[in-house]
């Protein structure tokens, strides 16, 4: 079955540091990737997405995504950090092949001003 | 246009009951997603129905069901509440043909006692 893995669980970072989460899943055909932010108290949100084209995807916010295929990840990044990031972020997998959302675990950031 | 709504926001439950949740989709989506979202374990899926069918399941027994009417809203029934039932569920639509990105609504926050 397919998979998504979100190695860290949980981060602590500073306002203005750069920020990196990794995210891997296991599927081997044709997939579009996607990460999704839940700030606290509010429903999941869409931060960007990846169907085709350009490996390296610009979402919301100034954050930045990139695929890479032959390491199966699709880790997102964001050169400084601000405190209204803090949330926890999922990265998610489907295919027109299988069409279910597969999701990471998710990891929790915590920016502190 | 509106988002994915559901319906209620709160429920409290006692343990041995049955509930009933509801989602609307967004209009134009065909397919509906369920998801459980239980303190430290992520996004589970639970049940995907598209175009009134239910085309996958997650790893939920058979007390978690579902449907999906013409109009393309969705229910969710937990039969037998468990206090380990206690999470946010969440509603997902998307947009035929498979593949796109899902939008989420606000959850329903259930709690067994």
């Known amino acids: 079955a397919q998979s998504v893995s979100q190695h860290n669980h949980h981060v602590i970072l500073s306002e203005a540091a750069s920020l990196e989460l990794g995210c891997n899943y296991s599927y081997g055909g044709t997939v579009n990737l996607f990460w999704y932010v839940q700030y606290p108290g509010q429903h999941l949100q869409l931060l960007l997405k990846?169907?085709?084209?350009?490996?390296l995807v610009k979402g919301i916010k100034g954050f930045e995504a990139e695929f890479i295929k032959s390491k199966f990840s699709f880790n997102l990044r964001k050169p400084s950090v601000q405190w209204s990031d803090t949330a926890e972020y999922f990265c998610?997998?489907?295919?027109?092949?299988?069409?279910?959302?597969?999701f990471g675990s998710g990891t929790k950031l915590n920016v502190k001003p | 246009e509106a988002g994915v709504t559901q319906s209620p926001t709160h429920l409290i439950k006692t343990r041995g009951q049955q509930v009933t949740l509801r989602c609307s989709p967004i209009?134009?989506?065909?397919?509906v997603y369920w998801y459980q979202q239980a303190l430290g374990l992520g996004l589970q899926f639970l049940l995907w129905?598209?175009?009134?069918?239910?085309?996958n399941r997650g790893n939920f027994p058979p007390r978690f069901s579902g449907r999906q009417f013409p109009n393309y809203s969705s229910e969710l029934n937990v039969n037998a509440l468990e206090l380990e039932d206690s999470a946010l569920y969440l509603c997902?639509?998307?947009?035929?043909?498979?593949?796109?990105?899902?939008?989420f609504g606000q959850g329903t926050r259930l709690t067994v006692v």
């Open positions: 997902a639509s998307s947009a035929p043909p498979g593949g796109n990105e899902a939008f």
């Open positions: 209009s134009g989506h065909t397919s």
């Open positions: 990846y169907f085709s084209g350009d490996p």
């Open positions: 998610a997998v489907n295919s027109y092949n299988f069409n279910k959302f597969y």
């Open positions: 129905y598209d175009e009134g069918e239910e085309r």
